[in-house]
């Protein structure tokens, strides 16, 4: 049988984590092959880690071989293959970007030193804690011995409200929707693009008929789901969460269904004149356990508008983390 892949979950006692440790042990992640869960938490979450662990136990899944428990990344990275960095530090009354950023930075910059000293030679990394982009280039920066197109941001989840509200449009199930992505910062200024896409196999701008909704309406509904999901719930989006983390890793591991795309964040290359180094999200497929950017889409002048805002988002929020001297001027 197939030797077990070990999954590092790091705010294991949260609401994401409470959701997403129970759907990778079922198998909906990585489909048929044993898993060992360590789950990382700050001390004074153990003990609920704990219980959660037991819970987990309980579910008797047959594939589920281990749950640890830790509070030390070092220990908690051990030989990993999947991180999956949940816990962050989430923005409190009166903090600003830069005090967000600086916070989060004393977290993802120790963790990404962790991944890079103790993981496993093929770990992957998906960023969730938010802000998660700018999260993921200060892991990134702080592994520098691991190559830089391993650590990701989840965008997967805005991609999946995208599809969610295109559905509901046009009447048909999420599985009709093909070839649509977002573009850039997991914020509000990123960017649906379903100029490319097909609802059924016809193009979404013929099968909606309804320009102003999709540049309008849509596009706000998109981007502030978040927002309308915390004012309805009274807590932020975490099953949903949790469901988009296991599609982006499920997609990176096992690969992009044949002629679909999807969105993830990765490191740019330059694609699409997103700057080096900005963990933006795009269109991706991913073949042999690689993300590929999709290229060559050509852009309407709205999307490049748009584009254009998202990266200086990611810009300025980059500029604030290499003043804090979390990742390089360079990069
Ligand atoms: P939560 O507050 O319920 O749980 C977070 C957990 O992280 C807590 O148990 C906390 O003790 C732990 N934690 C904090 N610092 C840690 C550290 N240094 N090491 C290990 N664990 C640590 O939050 P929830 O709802 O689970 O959300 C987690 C994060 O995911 C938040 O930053 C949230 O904004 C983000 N998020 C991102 C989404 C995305 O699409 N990228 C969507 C929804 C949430």
Do not use: C
């Given at each position: 049988?197939?030797?077990?892949?070990?999954?590092?979950v790091?705010?294991?006692?949260?609401?994401?984590?409470?959701?997403?440790?129970?759907?990778?042990?079922?198998?909906?992640?990585?489909?048929?092959?044993?898993?060992?869960?360590?789950l990382?938490e700050?001390p004074?979450?153990?003990?609920?880690?704990?219980?959660?662990?037991?819970?987990?136990?309980?579910g008797?899944?047959?594939?589920?071989?281990?749950?640890?428990?830790?509070?030390?990344?070092?220990?908690?990275?051990?030989?990993?293959?999947?991180?999956?960095?949940?816990?962050?530090?989430?923005?409190?009354?009166?903090?600003?970007?830069?005090?967000l950023?600086?916070?989060?930075?004393?977290?993802?910059?120790?963790?990404?030193?962790?991944?890079?000293?103790?993981?496993?030679?093929?770990?992957?990394?998906?960023?969730?804690?938010?802000?998660?982009?700018?999260?993921?280039?200060?892991?990134?920066?702080?592994?520098?011995d691991?190559?830089?197109?391993?650590?990701?941001?989840?965008?997967?989840?805005?991609?999946?409200?995208?599809?969610?509200?295109?559905?509901?449009?046009?009447?048909?199930?999420?599985?009709?929707v093909?070839?649509?992505?977002?573009?850039?910062?997991?914020?509000?200024?990123?960017?649906?693009d379903?100029?490319?896409g097909?609802?059924?196999?016809?193009?979404?701008?013929?099968?909606?008929?309804?320009d102003?909704?999709?540049d309008?309406?849509?596009?706000?509904?998109?981007?502030t789901?978040?927002?309308?999901?915390?004012?309805?719930?009274?807590?932020?989006?975490?099953?949903?969460?949790?469901?988009?983390?296991v599609?982006?890793?499920?997609?990176?591991?096992?690969?992009?269904?044949?002629?679909?795309?999807?969105?993830?964040?990765?490191?740019s290359?330059?694609?699409?004149?997103?700057?080096?180094?900005l963990?933006?999200?795009?269109?991706?497929?991913?073949?042999?356990?690689?993300?590929?950017?999709v290229?060559?889409?050509?852009?309407?002048?709205?999307?490049?508008?748009?584009?254009?805002a998202?990266?200086?988002?990611?810009?300025?929020?980059?500029?604030?983390?290499?003043?804090?001297?979390?990742?390089?001027?360079?990069?």
């Open positions: 049988s197939t030797s077990p892949v070990r999954i590092t790091t705010g294991a006692a949260g609401n994401i984590g409470y959701s997403l440790l129970f759907r990778i042990a079922s198998g909906s992640m990585l489909g048929d092959t044993p898993v060992e869960l360590r990382l700050i004074q979450a153990v003990k609920a880690a704990e219980g959660t662990a037991m819970e987990l136990a309980d008797a899944f047959p594939l589920l071989r281990s749950v640890d428990v830790f509070d030390d990344a070092d220990a908690a990275f051990d030989g990993t293959s999947i991180a999956l960095l949940v816990g962050s530090m989430p923005r409190r009354d009166g903090m600003d970007r830069a005090d950023l600086e916070a989060n930075g004393g977290i993802f910059a120790p963790q990404g030193r962790a991944i890079g000293e103790h993981a496993a030679d093929d770990v992957r990394v998906l960023v969730v804690g938010n802000p998660a982009n700018t999260n993921a280039a200060i892991a990134r920066a702080a592994a520098p691991v190559p830089g197109e391993r650590f990701t941001a989840m965008m997967r989840l805005d991609h999946n409200r995208a599809i969610a509200q295109l559905a509901a449009k046009a009447g048909v199930g999420a599985g009709e093909s070839r649509i992505h977002v573009w850039g910062n997991h914020s509000n200024t990123q960017v649906p379903v100029d490319h097909t609802i059924g196999g016809v193009p979404i701008r013929e099968r909606i008929a309804d102003a909704w999709i309008g309406e849509f596009t706000t509904t998109v981007a789901r978040g927002a309308a999901v915390i004012a309805a719930r009274g807590a932020s989006s975490a099953a949903s969460a949790a469901s988009a983390a599609d982006h890793v499920r997609d990176w591991v096992l690969g992009t269904p044949e002629g679909d795309w999807t969105t993830a964040a990765l490191p290359e330059g694609h699409y004149g997103i700057p080096e180094g963990v933006a999200g795009v269109p991706v497929i991913s073949r042999g356990g690689r993300w590929e950017v290229q060559g889409l050509e852009l309407s002048e709205l999307t490049r508008t748009r584009l254009a998202t990266v200086a988002d990611l810009e300025a929020e980059r500029d604030s983390v290499v003043r804090l001297g979390f990742v390089p001027s360079t990069s």
